[in-house]
């Protein structure tokens, strides 16, 4: 795509740029449009100055060789976002890990002490199987709970590459 806008306080030129769709996995989906431009300000402002552009005929393409530095730049920014995004799954998961394995030993205590404080075998019975379910759930929810540690990611789908050109009005 080419477009056009005039009328900015960025430098005059025209840049290269990007938009890739992240996918964010892990204990939450999050789905980000991700701007890439070798120029910050331009990767910044990106999606503001995509609102105000409009069409730009040239005849000019896109060169495999901007096309690769473009996806060079997206692969370092995902790589550093990726390794970040992992990080954070990780400790997410280990806060409700801890969370869940707290309620779970006071649920087991109590149920325990209401085991032993019955003399009445019906109460006893439906104790234990209530502590059975106790575990059971427990044990699902925490291989739930390590899958999802290992399960952060990001997948990255090239969207558009396009050309902008900044020109001041005159």
């Known amino acids: 795509v080419q477009l056009q806008i005039s009328n900015t306080a960025l430098p005059n030129g025209s840049y290269e740029f990007a938009i890739y769709h992240w996918c964010k996995t892990g204990l939450h989906k999050q789905d980000i449009l991700m701007p890439i431009s070798h120029q910050e300000e331009i990767q ?44 954070e799954t990780k400790q997410q998961v280990e806060s409700r890990i801890q969370s869940l394995s707290t309620s779970h030993r006071i649920r087991i205590r109590k149920l325990n002490e209401q085991i032993q404080n019955t003399n009445e075998q019906k109460i006893q019975r ?21 899958q999802i540690a290992n399960s952060g990611d990001i997948h990255s789908t ?10 001041k009005e005159d």
């Open 126 to 146: 439906m104790r234990k199987s209530e502590l059975e379910r106790a575990e059971a759930d427990y044990s699902l929810r925490m291989r739930t709970l390590q």
């Open 158 to 167: 090239a969207i558009i590459y396009g050309t902008i050109n900044i020109t």
């Open 44 to 87: 910044e402002q990106l999606f503001t100055l995509l609102e105000k552009a409009h069409d730009h005929i040239n005849t000019e393409t896109i060169t495999q060789t901007i096309l690769d530095r473009l996806d060079e730049r997206h692969h370092s920014l995902w790589l550093a976002a990726q390794a970040n995004h992992i990080q």
